[in-house]
């Protein structure tokens, strides 16, 4: 799998070092705060989300919800499609979204305002790698490990057709692989 990749663009280590950066960043942005819940984003977050508790020192919760908005294919469909729920109710709660890639920003901006609906008492997103250049809808992001170029990334969590999660940094998958 290393094969088909033109470049390692993030290391293992510098992802990490953003984990615990961001984790410092919530402890302090939170630091009066109580019933913080946070709410990962299946399945390309569970890698990111680990690395991030480890460094978070502070009771907090998490929960998980599986959302799609790609399907099969490598562009967002730009509609959303909930496929697994939250596991208990977030009234009350301060909620921060951890997703792997913000892409278009269709899926976040649904999550968000669905979680605004559930009666969060606040929502904020964090997320391992930010793709501004792909943005449809605005959106804050709180929490950004990376900014990254319009490239087809891979790794630490992110697939393509579901492969590519457990590589340890986050490539550039060759054009010829997905094409």
Request: proline share 3%; net charge negative; glycine share 6%.
């Amino acid at each position: 799998m290393h094969k088909d990749l033109e470049k390692i663009l993030i290391t293992e280590e510098e992802i990490h070092e953003a984990a615990k950066r961001l984790a410092a960043q919530i402890e302090k942005d939170y630091a009066d705060e109580e019933d913080i819940v946070l709410v990962g984003l299946l399945k390309g977050s569970v890698q990111f989300m680990a690395d991030l508790l480890k460094h978070i020192n502070k009771m907090c919760k998490i929960d998980f919800m599986c959302v799609s908005s790609y399907g099969k294919g490598t562009k967002s469909t730009g509609r959303v499609n909930i496929i697994k729920d939250l596991s208990e109710p977030i009234d009350d709660k301060n909620v921060i979204i951890v997703e792997d890639i913000i892409d278009s920003g269709n899926t976040l901006n649904f999550i968000g305002k669905y979680f605004a609906a559930k009666n969060a008492k606040s929502v904020r997103i964090c997320t391992l790698l930010n793709k501004p250049s792909r943005r449809e809808v605005e959106i804050d992001v709180d929490y950004i490990g990376f900014d990254v170029p319009d490239a087809f990334v891979v790794g630490y969590g992110l697939d393509y057709q579901e492969y590519y999660r457990n590589l340890p940094y986050i490539g550039v998958l060759k054009p010829e692989i997905y094409s």
